[in-house]
Structures are given as structure tokens and as C-alpha cells.
């Protein structure tokens, strides 16, 4: 399986992104996509995640109701619609699956299987 991340950029506070993830290879055993970032010298970090068959999701509450998570079935792409972005939120953006049963998005970063490359998000202020 591949997840191919893209949409990152630069923008400065107050602005929007809208990140994308498409899913291909084995799909059939998607259970969560999740997006996690990682900041220079900080560890990776949950930030949202959404179930693939529900829509069910979940936020970090530092992202909660700046960030939206979606997803299109059909086309296997999750996005992160990122708005009111502040100089904290610069970091790598991952996106992940988790291809094991859960009815919930999970939020920790070590029960995701697999990941994407990373798509950079630099805010300046």
C-alpha cells in the first residue's frame, strides 16, 4: 500500500490549507486514516483521524475547530482542511492508516500500520 500526501505549503497566520491523501494498493483494509504532524526536535503528534466506513472523528484539542477531516471513499482520499493556522501548527504532516479493526479513530501514533511521506506546513506570523 502507498499513501501519498500533498498540499502542504506556506502561509502565514490566519491562513488556510486544505491537505489531501490518497490511498492505493490494498485499500480493502482501511479501518482509520489518521493525520499526525511532527514539529522540528518534537515528537510526532495526533491530530486528527476519522473511521473509513462511519465518517466517525476525532481531533486534538489543540486542532479542534480550526481543522476539518474528510474523506472520499470512492477516490480512498482522506483530507485536512487546516484554517485559522497559527506559527504553532509549522510541522510535517503525515498521514497514516490503520488496516486492523477498530470501531473508533484511534489517536495514538503507534497504532497506525502504515505511512505517507510527509507534507511540509510552515506558518509564519
Known amino acids: 500500500v502507498q499513501l501519498q500526501a500533498c498540499g502542504g505549503g506556506s502561509v502565514r497566520a490566519g491562513g488556510s490549507l486544505r491537505l489531501s491523501c490518497a490511498v492505493s494498493?490494498?485499500?480493502?483494509?482501511?479501518?482509520?486514516m489518521g493525520w499526525l504532524r511532527q514539529a522540528p526536535g518534537n515528537e510526532r503528534e495526533f491530530v486528527a483521524a476519522?473511521?473509513?466506513?462511519?465518517?466517525?472523528?476525532s481531533y486534538a484539542d489543540s486542532v479542534k475547530g480550526r481543522f476539518t477531516i474528510s474523506k472520499d471513499n470512492a477516490k480512498n482520499t482522506v483530507y485536512l482542511q487546516v484554517n485559522s493556522l497559527k506559527p504553532e501548527d509549522t510541522a510535517v504532516y503525515y498521514c497514516?492508516?490503520?488496516?486492523?479493526?477498530?470501531?473508533?479513530?484511534?489517536?495514538?501514533?503507534?497504532?497506525?500500520?502504515?505511512w505517507g511521506q510527509g507534507t511540509l506546513v510552515t506558518v509564519s506570523s
Open positions: 497514516a492508516r490503520r488496516r486492523t479493526y477498530t470501531p473508533v479513530p484511534v489517536t495514538s501514533v503507534e497504532e497506525y500500520d502504515d
Open positions: 476519522i473511521t473509513w466506513n462511519a465518517g466517525t472523528t
Open positions: 494498493g490494498r485499500t480493502f483494509s482501511t479501518y482509520v
